[in-house]
Nanobody
């Protein structure tokens, strides 16, 4: 059974940076294409980043493009999310997920999900 565990969240001031990690275990094949989503309090889960088979193949929504970078380490079965220039609007629970097929920003395009890690951007 595939399991995803996120880490790296915490409290950071506006303008600060955080690096999230997502370790994928239980794989019998190479780590799949992956995505990150976030859910702010009282709001729906929203797409944050997607990565294909290499760091050259990525996709971001306008809200984070240029500030967030997704990457992967296939040897460690780990995907990362480097977040810079953080804003209060970036606050939420960040979850990683294994991409199956379909639109990058649709939750239904993903199957296995982690429990998430809390990111709070506040002064």
């Amino acid at each position: 059974q595939v399991k995803l565990v996120e880490s790296g969240g915490g409290l950071v001031q506006p303008g600060g940076s955080l690096r999230l990690s997502c370790v994928v275990s239980g794989l019998t094949v190479r780590m799949p294409r992956m995505g990150w989503f976030r859910q702010a309090p009282g709001k729906e889960r929203k797409f944050v980043a997607w990565i294909g088979w290499s760091d050259d193949d990525t996709n971001y929504p306008d809200a984070v493009r240029g500030r967030f970078t997704i990457s992967r380490d296939n040897y460690k079965n780990t995907v990362y999310l480097q977040m810079n220039s953080l804003k209060s609007d970036d606050t939420g629970v960040y979850s990683c997920a294994t991409y199956r097929y379909g639109e990058y920003d649709f939750k239904s395009s993903y199957d296995a999900w982690g429990q998430g890690t809390q990111v709070t951007v506040s002064s």
